[in-house]
């Protein structure tokens, strides 16, 4: 469902392109239909619904559908949309449905004993992520993380929409459809952009989506575990360098063996006791017998 959400974020910020590059449709202007009360509570209605006017002026509703897996039932649910959107618009009808992830009982169509219907089916981790980065309006980079090698061209693609000239508004939405959508290939993607961008996507209505999912806390957490991870590589250098020091001003220079053996070590408390060792050691190669036995 957060996905869906995050995909329509996207898409109202680029309806026609949207049409025109994935769907190749030859758009002019796309109006979004709103939802309708329904008959019944069975009645579904597709996730995006706009009516277009195509550049000849003809009319057509298209139907857009969001699956960021696939169920064997989606062709059956999709057919229900077509059917219920062309009784009610009564002007021609076409359905894209975009799928996230890789299945391989995904179908473009439904079939039994009276009915034989296909619609289009468009596999997003199959369009190269580098054409869209290159050609692609920049409204459509939000996409980049579910297109094929989409993980190299993040953070370009991230830059580019930070970097347009389009409205504060369109870029928060923009940047956060995009990290939620990452979340399906990896963690660290929303993470990531959250913690570049979170000046801005805090403004787009989906950022509550990246609160609920918890890759605000997330960042929190990890850059919490990075102040606290840096303090103790400081420290532990920090010790390194005075044993060293200390080594040094009373046996000369070191050998490599002997250097690289400290640099090895990790634990704090390991390199206060050797500091201590050095002081007391008569000889280097009384010293390097301790370090031996420390590291056996």
Known sequence: MHYDIASKVILSRCKEPFLSFFCGLPVKKAFLIEERPQETTSLRRADFVLKTVLEDNEELLVLVEFFSSW???????????????????????????????PSAGAQNYYRDEEVNYQFNLIK???IDAEMVVEKGPECLLAFVPLLKNGEKFIDEAEKKIYQSETSRETRADLLTGMAILGGLISPEIPLKLVQRRRDLMIESAAYEIIKKEGFEEGLKEGLQQGIQQGIQQGIQQGLKEVLLD???????????????????????????????????????????????????
């Open 71 to 101: 169920k064997a039932w989606y062709p059956l649910r999709t057919l229900e949309c077509r059917c219920r959107h062309l009784l009610e618009e009564n002007i021609s009808v076409k359905t894209f449905c975009f799928l996230f992830t």
């Open 246 to 296: 200390v080594l040094e001003e009373r046996f000369g220079i070191l050998p490599v063996s002997v250097i690289s053996q400290i640099n090895a070590i990790s634990s704090a408390e390991l390199l206060k006791s050797l500091s201590r060792a050095a002081v007391r050691a008569k000889s280097l190669e009384e010293f390097k017998d301790l370090l031996k036995r420390v590291n056996e």
């Open 124 to 126: 997003l981790y199959e």
